[in-house]
């Protein structure tokens, strides 16, 4: 009996463990998270010590909700460093482009994987524009631009991180008066929270002592093959624009809103994101312009990919949305997550924003923030399988 006893025990702990030695080691860390398990695990949030920069502590965030979908943090750039999720076949997988530790967060030439990018998000034309009268010049990291908040933006900053409840994490960063050039000491924070229908929401709020543009905005780079495919060529995507912010040869606006109908830039109806890329000189890295009803959180994109079946819903309250289609990849990143090849096109970003390099086109969305107000935005990427 004793003995039986005992062999029931082994059958059944191999059980339990079975699905997870299937999966990615990623699901190897949190037992409870196993979505194959018969119980239903319930929502937390660990930490753990990912890395040191100098004396300073970096710290990754595990949210893990009732279903088993896993989101990890760092609060180095306030990184979203995996979104593990189920595919149509009940197997797990991580749908963002990621490295295998903070080496390769570091390194140069990342291309801000999955981080908070600000205090402005996208270009800057020259690095300058003038406010109330007076001219700023910013630090200037790209073609003579500045792109996401200049040399040292909040993608390379530490930030401090608090869980909150057992489904969410805030992160909040003071950028100085004078950082990177911008006027004004801006208090930012971002919270990334995991609802229990799949949804990882990121709220960002900021208030300034000074009138300064803010436009935040999240990073990530999908795949949604998990790494099934070495591209997202194949991945349908539809985005809910009529129009798109013309730009020239240094991916500056023009000012102009030109139609998408009858162009490659039509994503009205969810198309393979490779059906018209060759059309586009570079590919896709423009920011569309919203068709929305008004202010609130509203669906704005849906991302598919056939072979997982798994499915992505954008919702957001911002205008516009970055479509970059991964253009500058080129295989070269080091420490990437399973040894993978980062090549061209590898992983696509849907970054919700104000319209690059607004402060220097009055007619497009305001991006200046005031003393006594406050900046608000928030983003829902939400995922399942069909
Ligand atoms: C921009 C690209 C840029 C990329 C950096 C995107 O948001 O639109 O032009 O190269 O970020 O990885």
């Known amino acids: 009996m004793e003995k039986n006893h005992f062999f029931t025990q082994i059958f059944l702990t191999l059980m339990a463990v079975s699905p997870m030695i299937a999966c990615n080691d990623n699901a190897a860390e949190n037992n409870d998270a196993n979505p194959d398990s018969a119980s239903v695990a319930k929502a937390s949030v660990t930490q753990a010590e990912y890395g040191k920069i100098g004396d300073a502590i970096v710290t990754q965030y595990t949210i893990t909700n009732e279903k088993g979908m896993i989101v990890k943090l760092i609060n180095y750039g306030a990184t979203v460093t995996d979104i593990i999720t189920l595919d149509k076949n009940q197997s797990r997988g991580n749908v963002v482009l990621g490295f295998d530790s903070l080496a390769g967060y570091l390194q140069p030439g990342n291309p801000y994987f999955g981080s908070i990018v600000g205090r402005y998000g996208n270009r800057i034309a020259n690095g300058r524009f003038t406010l109330d009268g007076q001219t700023y010049t910013l630090a200037r990291n790209n073609n003579g631009q500045s792109l996401h908040g200049g ?6 900053v530490l930030w401090n991180g608090e869980p909150v409840g057992d489904n969410a994490v805030k992160f909040t ?6 950082e990177e050039g911008y006027p004004g000491n801006l208090n930012v924070s971002v919270t990334y929270t995991l609802t229990n229908d799949n949804e990882l929401k990121i709220e960002y709020s900021a208030t300034t002592d000074k009138a300064t543009p803010v436009n935040l905005t999240n990073h990530a780079y999908f795949n949604l093959s998990a790494g099934a495919d070495s591209t997202i060529l194949g991945h349908e995507l539809m985005l809910k624009a009529d129009s798109f912010t013309e730009v020239n040869n240094v991916l500056i606006p023009t000012g102009k809103n030109p139609p998408v109908a009858g162009t490659p830039m039509d994503f009205t ?6 059906r018209d890329i ?35 819903e954008v919702f957001t309250t911002e205008p516009g949305v970055q479509f970059y289609s991964g253009n500058f990849l080129d295989g070269r990143l080091k420490h990437t997550r399973d040894g993978q090849k980062y090549v061209k096109h590898a992983g696509l970003c849907l970054e919700t924003q104000h319209f690059p390099d607004s402060p220097n086109h009055p007619h497009f969305p305001n991006t200046i923030l005031r003393p006594g107000e406050t900046y608000t935005q928030t983003t829902v990427y939400k995922f399942s399988t069909k």
């Open 278 to 312: 060759a059309q586009v000189p570079g590919g896709y890295d423009h920011n569309w312009v919203l068709r929305r009803d008004g202010n609130g959180l509203e669906l704005i994109a849906t991302l598919y990919h056939p072979g997982s079946g798994r499915y992505m």
């Open 173 to 178: 960063y003071l950028s100085k008066d004078g």
């Open 151 to 156: 040399i040292k933006g909040f993608d390379k």
């Open 269 to 274: 109806t969810a198309k393979p994101i490779g």
